[in-house]
C-alpha cells in the first residue's frame, strides 16, 4: 500500500512542470535571438557587399 501512495504522490505532483515550462520558454526566446542574429548577419553582410560594389565601380 506504501508504493501505491509513493506512485500516487508522483503523479499529482506538479513543482517539476515550472522547471519544464522555464526550459521550454527559455529555448523559445534562444531560438528567436538565433534567428534575429542570422537575419540581421545576413542583411549586414548585403549592404557591405552593395557598399564594396559602390566603391569599385565609383559610386554609379
Known amino acids: 500500500m506504501k508504493a501505491w501512495q509513493e506512485i500516487k504522490k508522483l503523479v499529482t505532483d506538479d513543482?517539476?512542470?515550472?522547471?519544464?515550462e522555464y526550459a521550454l520558454l527559455?529555448?523559445?526566446i534562444g531560438a528567436a535571438i538565433a534567428t534575429a542574429a542570422y537575419t540581421l548577419g545576413t542583411t549586414v553582410t548585403t549592404k557591405i557587399g552593395e557598399a564594396t560594389t559602390a566603391l569599385n565601380t565609383g559610386g554609379s
Not at 513543482?15 to 519544464?20: D, L, P, T
Request: proline share 0%; glycine share 12%; aromatic share 0%.
Open 15 to 20: 513543482s517539476g512542470i515550472s522547471a519544464v
Open 26 to 28: 527559455l529555448a523559445l
